[in-house]
């Protein structure tokens, strides 16, 4: 990964921040992106320097404004002229029962998990030299109460990764599915994010052999 692009959405916290730091720490040049936390977002900046990374360029990306998606890509081309690796990994979620959810809270959710990840995709796909990595959810496989629309968004993703696979053969794509991992959206608890980071990492490094389209569940590779 010594000198690839990667570019990782969502990247001030959670899983975005531990992709980074694993990939930062294996040389690769980074583009990190944040929506509302700046400064979380320049902290892993300077901690992506730290641990070796080539290059590091942080930017504000609001995945559910076409603006911000498109003054995203002008940037990045500017510094770095395209993308080996595309990581859409921004997502929210709210997790109450529907008749609880606001017409707000399902179209947040929807927009940012879906909506905007297709619309992030497909703006940068022309820059986009060799994968693309979509982080779904074990949610996405299985529903659950409580996790309704959470869950149709990420059965979404999965959907989406199958379908642009057949339209881009040269590219490899695919979806990491986390399951239960401490990170704010899960009241911290769960597995270690720096856990999923570790698998993300290996499936762009061709570590691990994934089916075109397929599913790369986190927890069958760490128990």
Do not use: H
């Amino acid at each position: 990964m010594k000198n690839k692009v990667v570019l990782i959405t969502g990247s001030s916290s959670g899983i975005g921040r531990e992709t980074a730091l694993r990939f930062a720490s294996a040389g690769a040049r980074l583009v990190l992106t944040y929506c509302k936390g700046k400064v979380r977002g320049r902290s892993v900046e300077q901690r992506c320097l730290n641990l070796g990374a080539a290059a590091a360029l942080l930017l504000r990306l609001d995945v559910t404004d076409d603006r911000s998606i498109r003054a995203a890509v002008r940037k990045v081309l500017r510094t770095f002229g395209s993308v080996d690796i595309l990581i859409n990994n921004a997502g929210t979620g709210l997790f109450l029962p529907l008749k609880d959810q606001r017409a707000k809270d399902i179209e947040r959710q929807v927009r940012t998990n879906l909506e905007g990840l297709i619309k992030t995709t497909q703006v940068f796909l022309p820059f986009v030299t060799k994968g693309i990595i979509n982080i779904a959810s074990a949610a996405g496989e299985k529903a659950y109460s409580e996790m309704v629309v959470y869950s149709a968004s990420k059965f979404g993703v999965r959907g989406f990764t199958q379908g642009l696979a057949l339209e881009y053969p040269r590219l490899s794509v695919c979806c990491v599915n986390p399951d239960m991992t401490a990170t704010r959206l899960s009241g911290n608890e769960g597995r270690p994010a720096s856990e999923v980071a570790d698998v993300i990492f290996r499936v762009a490094a061709g570590k691990l052999r994934v089916k075109r389209g397929g599913d790369v569940d986190v927890w069958e590779f760490l128990g």
